[in-house]
């Protein structure tokens, strides 16, 4: 199932809009990060027209890393530049890399305030970025504008589906991240005032890489035998300056 992901939305009438457009294109699954408006709001309810039941099942939580948990594949719609991040899709292109995963999980598209848009620890959260090709001279999309352009791609089959990968679902892929900034700091190799942006990079790698369930635990296998061995290079150091002192 295809999931629809809006963070921090303001607009009462952005959200009915996006309720309408989204049972256009059949799509069902709608999840609000952090609303700054009701689902219940009578503005949204008005603009929703026949899609009120998505307001009624839409479900909140309070951060994009629950709303992603489970989700076997995610792509974030941006419309600037991140220098971390490989070139972005066409919503053409990132409607068929989701549709490839949505068969064996839920995988979900992501949306950011209409004031901001998604920053940069929420991309890092998703797998693959999106932009909307528009005019330089008025680049800026309204919300539900965006999710109808997206949500099309997602209603027109792909011609040739890509090859799908299994990926493991967001929330072990967040905690493969923790656990290799924690080692990378352990270790030396990341400094506190350079880890976030050096994650960054590793994150575009290991993205790029679609690493799968048994892949990502060979990897954590390593993480855990270079923390033991960290522990254990420094308990003998201390064991060696005990004797010293002796």
Known sequence: MVRIVLVETA????LGSVARVMKNFDLRALWL??????????????????AAELL???VICADLPTALADCRRTVATTGRDWPVSDPPLSPREGAAWLSAGAAV??????FG??????????????????????????PSLNLAQAVAICAYELFEPPALPPPFTALPPAAALEGFYAHLEQTLCTIGYLQPHTAARRMEKFRRLFNRAELNTKELALLRGILRQVNWASNHHEQANTDISEEHLR
């Open 105 to 110: 999980g839920p995988v979900a598209c992501v």
């Open 11 to 14: 607009g009462a009438a952005n």
């Open 113 to 138: 305030p209409e004031d901001r848009g998604l920053n940069n620890a929420e991309l890092a959260l998703c797998q693959r970025l999106v932009r909307i090709p528009t005019s330089p001279a008025y």
């Open 33 to 50: 990060v952090s609303p700054r408006c009701a689902p219940t709001d009578p503005e949204a309810r008005r603009m929703a027209v026949h």
């Open 56 to 58: 009624d099942t839409a």
